[in-house]
Structures are given as structure tokens and as C-alpha cells.
């Protein structure tokens, strides 16, 4: 019988989606710990946000059910991504890293990490989709990769909780040829583009329902770091890059932004959003264009792999294609492959939100316990 097993976590991260990670771990480790078969006994040794970090010299374990509370009451202030690698590697059993930040010196630091033999879980696309020197780094160090240090796993820095990686990692790996990837990736846009022109017809204002969407929490606290078109290149970028193409980062190819260029650089999201109705004829003509063919226009991000092709942008569909009849905020993502032909494989579901990101996130740290003995 298998020996009982003990593993380290260490967290970064505790808003939104690392909130709802260490919720989901509290129930995860009471049940990896009742397992008669092979008990695996999770302890968080580690804790940080931004301001200050929660730790013990000794390694003890940090309270899942009480580490709010902890951390509050910390007096210790923040650590170096460095300094936090030095602790984790001379902790006395392996460790798993999980950043829940989307910060860009933890995501330069995964490199470090990995070479120490800590495991990186994440759904921070910086490291993945930023210089393409970082991301051969990350899968040089990494055991999954071509080095022998730490695991790495990233699921959630495209889809959430949906198994777009996954999928793509296993077609790739089992010989299939991925000739096209096409779709939805942000759920922002998605649900802006469902509500601006739905498949039914009618629809308000594009800047109404740039604003609709704020308020509903669907948008970033200023809309244009939805609207600029960089989120879905960041995620086209790692799907490129998984697909066997050199991108050199989410620049490199063409990107639409919805911005209008007079907008770009008011002061404020607020004021941003007091200017946007300004231009709503552009977009109104837009619409009207896409009803005269009868069809609806969506956001959407597309790889051409034997082109080597990548683009970002608004994109015309007939009511019948799966992606013009997406709803709410979903995302799609249609994988044309050798061995699918001419009908995709399609991924689609929520694409956004605390849980199932959180979701794919914990989905991952399984991924690493089966590996790590």
C-alpha cells in the first residue's frame, strides 16, 4: 500500500479567484486525507497578497479555515518572488506553488521556482503569453517541459474551468494535425456582442451595453482593458504557442481594439464611458452591414496554423454558426483538426468568474499530485 504523502502549498493571490481556490482546497485536503487507499495530507505553509505574507519559520501549517482572519493579523510585510522561492525550496516536503495573481514579476519567477523543484500552478497569463524567451524558459526548467525541475500547468490562463489546453496538449500529442483554432475567449466581449446584436435581432447602443456590462461586474473596473482586444491576444498567443508557433508575444499580430482613438487617453473609465456614445454610429453601421448579409458580428480571436496566421477582431457569422449563437457570457472555442475535418471539436461554457477559474486552477494541483512523489 502506497505510503501516506505529505505536500506543501503555497498561495499568492488572495482576491476573486484565490479566494474561491482556497475555499475549494479546504474541501479538497479533508478528502485527500480520508483516503484509505493512499492518504495525501495538504498543508499551506505560505500565504500572500500584495501588502503582506503569512508564514512560519518552522513550516507549520496555516489554518485552511481561518486564513482570512491570519493573514489579517500579520505583521509581517511582503516578500521578493526570490525570497519566497528560497523559503519554498528548503521546505521539507516538495511543494506546489499556486499564483492566483496576474502580476508579471511572480509569472518572471517561475523559471526560479521550477529549477528548485517547486511546482507551479496558475491562471496568470503573463508568463505565457508575454516575451517568448520567458515562456522557453518556464518549459525549460519545467519536468513537463524539457528540464527536470518542478511540474508547471497554466489551464486556466485561457478558459477557466474549460479543458481548452488539455484538449489542444492531447490532439497535439496523440498526432491529430490542429489545421484552425476559432472562437469566443473573452466572456466580456462575448456577453457584449450576445446583447449587442442578438441572433433575434434588436439590441441597444453599443456604448449602452458597454456600460450594461460594467455594472453587471462582466467588465474590468475601466472597460477598455476589455475593449482593447488584449485579454483574447494574451490567450490566442499560449493556444498559438501550445500549437507549435514561435509568437513572439501578444503584439506580434493583428489586434483589433474597440477604442475609439479619441478615447484612448481620457483620464478615467468613468470618463471613458461618459465619451463612448459619441461614437456609436461607427458601430451602428458595423451591425447594419452584418444584417444586410444576414449576419451577426462577434469578437472573436483565430489561428491559422499551416499560415501561421493569428488575428484578433470583429468577425461576421450566419445566424446558423455555433458562435453567432453563443449566449450570456459563454465562451467557444472550435478546434479544426485533421482527424475532425470539417465539423470542430467545440469547447464551450462559462469562461469567466471566481469558481470556475478557481476550478481549473484546483483541477491542475491534481494534475501535479499524481506526478510529484
Known amino acids: ?18 479566494k474561491c481556490f482556497l475555499n475549494q482546497v479546504q474541501e479538497i485536503a479533508g478528502r485527500l486525507s480520508q483516503n484509505a487507499q493512499a492518504p495525501i495530507y495538504l498543508s499551506l505553509i505560505l500565504l500572500a497578497r500584495s501588502s503582506k505574507v503569512l508564514r512560519h519559520a518552522n513550516y507549520a501549517p496555516i489554518k485552511l479555515s481561518s486564513w482570512e482572519s491570519d493573514l489579517s493579523a500579520s505583521s509581517a510585510g511582503p516578500l521578493s518572488p526570490s525570497e519566497i522561492a528560497d523559503y519554498l525550496a528548503a521546505a521539507p516536503s516538495k511543494v506546489v506553488l499556486v499564483d492566483n495573481t496576474s502580476n508579471q514579476d511572480v509569472a518572471d519567477a517561475y523559471p526560479l521556482f521550477l529549477k528548485k523543484g517547486i511546482s507551479v500552478v496558475t491562471p496568470n497569463k503573463k508568463g505565457f503569453s508575454g516575451s517568448y524567451s520567458l515562456w522557453q524558459a518556464i518549459y525549460g526548467a519545467a519536468a513537463n517541459g524539457h528540464g527536470a525541475g518542478g511540474y508547471v500547468f497554466h489551464e486556466s490562463s485561457v478558459g477557466a474551468g474549460l479543458p481548452v489546453l488539455s484538449t489542444l496538449k492531447e490532439l497535439v500529442e496523440t498526432g491529430d494535425e490542429v489545421r484552425r483554432i476559432e472562437g ?12 449587442f446584436q442578438p441572433v433575434a435581432g434588436g439590441g441597444g447602443k453599443f456604448s449602452a451595453e458597454v456600460k450594461k456590462a460594467k455594472d453587471l461586474g462582466f467588465t474590468e473596473p475601466d472597460p477598455r482593458d476589455d475593449l482593447n482586444g488584449l485579454d ?13 508557433l514561435p509568437i513572439e508575444n501578444p503584439t506580434s499580430f493583428p489586434v483589433q481594439s474597440l477604442i475609439p482613438k479619441e478615447l484612448e487617453s481620457v483620464a478615467t473609465g468613468d470618463e471613458f464611458l461618459a465619451r463612448l456614445p459619441e461614437f456609436d454610429a461607427d458601430m451602428d453601421k458595423i451591425k447594419a452591414e452584418a444584417e444586410k448579409e444576414g449576419k451577426v458580428v462577434r469578437f472573436v480571436g483565430s489561428i491559422d496554423v499551416p499560415s501561421k496566421q493569428v488575428k484578433v477582431g470583429l468577425e461576421k457569422f450566419d445566424h446558423s454558426h455555433p458562435i453567432a449563437a453563443l449566449k450570456g457570457s459563454d465562451n467557444i472555442i472550435n478546434f479544426y483538426t485533421k482527424r475532425y475535418g470539417d465539423k470542430p471539436l467545440i469547447i464551450q461554457g462559462a469562461g469567466a468568474g ?14 501535479v499530485l499524481r506526478l510529484i512523489h
Do not use: C, E, H, Y
Not at 232 to 244: D, E, Q, Y
Not at 358 to 367: P, R
Open 1 to 18: 500500500m502506497p505510503a501516506p504523502r505529505q505536500i506543501f502549498l503555497a498561495v499568492i493571490g488572495t482576491g476573486g479567484v484565490g
Open 184 to 195: 469566443v475567449f473573452s466572456g466580456t466581449m462575448s456577453f457584449l456582442f450576445n446583447s
Open 232 to 244: 483574447v491576444a494574451r490567450k490566442l498567443t499560449i493556444l498559438a504557442r501550445l500549437s507549435g
Open 354 to 367: 471566481g469558481d470556475v477559474t478557481a476550478m481549473g486552477v484546483s483541477g491542475d494541483l491534481f494534475k
